[in-house]
């Protein structure tokens, strides 16, 4: 198994170029099983869930060629309809195809992805909503069978809770489906806008992208043509470097990326301290010497990101003062406070609240990765503490992380990648 191996450095300086985002691939990947045609898609990141996904497809039958940042997926060759256990005990995100197979083939067969390191994380409403599409859904023996012969039908669903995969499921089963579906209390996250509006361009009619109310206006079955696309900036991976440049108080250059898509990251790091300069598609960060602490609640886009808690969290350590972060999304996403705790840091935490009291000299250790954004949140601490810091099991991070290690190495970082 492989380890990071971080040393403090005095500075960091440089650009780093931000990869297209996992969480934007998975589901446009998935939407290949709507097409009519070989779909070439742009600026993937290399990291893990990437492949376990085209793992998935190809498993199914589909024909997948990636190179570089490119792949280029055929789904005329996808027989298969089931999704087994081995791939989906390695990725959740695997439920992404039940809605696009099931729209397609009229039945689907997707293993039941179980709990999570960060929470219980069940697909209820993605299953709910395929119901009230007409779909008869049965749980047998750790699967979900799905089956809709007479095809999937339009329908007004209403989300009781705010999903993301959940949301771009039901845009893929709905884009097939005979008549409208109107989702309300709709995902609005960058990454659902993007599988939206690449639908809509592709002849799914679809109402309110962006906003809460998404109305789709199915094909009745007919495949979509899919023209090539680029994936959007991660802007989980972005607001990750910036918090590397805050936390070592270092300016650095973020390139490829979408300023727009961090408006909370950026206005928590400016409660922080810290300036940016931006253009349409780079940001420097300007960090201040002194830390301001913060008061942080995690929700829905385009609230503050669940998935940026973590690096926040490495990053209230070094403030002058009392962070409160508040998780709203997932109820056990606090596993790197243990860890950071082991580093030095003073942290409290009572429930779904962590109370920080900044201003510890870190110390490195080895430390071990418990999900991927807490990976992300030891690298950051091992960047700032004394001596020598060893995070384990980063094959966590390796599932949405690209090239870290090298990305860090170029700006100045002292990080390497060795075998334990
Ligand atoms: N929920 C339900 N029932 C459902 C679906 C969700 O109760 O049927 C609950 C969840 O348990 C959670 C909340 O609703 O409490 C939100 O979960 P959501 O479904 O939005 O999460 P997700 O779609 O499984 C995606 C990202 C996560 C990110 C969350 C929240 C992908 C592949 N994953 O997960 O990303 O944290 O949205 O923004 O898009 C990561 O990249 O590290 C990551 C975990």
Not at 24 to 37: G, V
Not at 403 to 410: F, I, M, R
């Amino acid at each position: 198994m492989d380890y990071l191996q971080i040393k403090r450095v005095n500075s960091l300086n440089g650009n780093i170029k931000i990869s297209g985002a996992k969480n934007a691939s998975l589901p446009l990947i998935a939407m290949t099983i709507l097409a009519n045609n070989s779909v070439h898609i742009k600026n993937l990141p290399h990291v893990a869930d990437i492949n376990t996904l085209l793992k998935l497809l190809s498993n199914l039958g589909a024909q997948c060629d990636f190179h570089d940042d490119r792949v280029v997926v055929d789904t005329s060759t996808l027989t298969q309809t089931k999704a087994t256990y081995d791939i989906v005990k390695t990725m959740r995100a695997s439920i992404l195809v039940l809605g696009p197979i099931l729209a397609r083939f009229g039945h689907c067969e997707v293993s039941l992805p179980g709990g999570c390191a960060i929470g219980q994380r069940p697909v209820d409403l993605h299953l709910k909503a395929l119901e009230q599409m007409g779909a008869k859904i049965n749980i047998e023996a750790g699967y979900i069978q799905a089956t809709a012969p007479d095809g999937l039908k339009g329908c007004d669903i209403n989300f009781d809770k705010i999903t993301v995969t959940g949301t771009a499921n039901i845009v893929m089963a709905a884009a097939l489906a005979s008549g409208s579906t109107t989702l309300s209390n709709a995902a609005r996250e960058p990454e659902v806008v993007q599988l939206c509006e690449i639908l809509n361009a592709s002849g799914v009619k679809i109402d309110g992208i962006g906003t809460a109310v998404l109305t789709i206006h199915g094909t009745n079955g007919k495949l979509i043509d899919i023209e090539e696309f680029s994936v959007i900036p991660d802007r989980i991976e972005a607001g990750t470097y910036l918090c590397a440049g805050a936390i070592s108080r270092c300016e650095l250059t973020l390139t490829n990326v979408e300023p727009k898509h961090l408006g909370a990251v950026l206005a928590k790091l400016e409660e922080m301290g810290s300036t940016f300069t931006t253009t349409k598609e780079s940001i420097t960060i300007h960090p201040s010497e002194v830390i301001k602490p913060v008061k942080i609640v995690t929700q829905e886009y385009p609230a503050f990101p669940t998935d940026m808690q973590a690096q926040f969290l490495a990053l209230a350590t070094q403030a002058n003062g009392t962070s409160i972060i508040e998780e709203r999304l997932f109820e056990n996403r606090f596993m790197h406070v243990s860890e950071l705790q082991r580093m030095g840091a003073d942290i409290s935490l009572n429930g779904n609240v962590a109370t920080i009291n900044g201003g510890t000299q870190l110390s490195g250790t080895d430390v071990m990765a418990t999900d991927l954004r807490a990976s992300s949140a030891l690298v950051l601490a091992g960047l700032v503490a004394n001596g020598t810091t060893d995070v384990h099991r980063i094959y966590h991070l390796d599932r949405g992380y690209d090239a870290l290690e090298k990305k860090l190495e170029a700006v100045g970082a002292n990080v390497k990648r060795l075998k334990e």
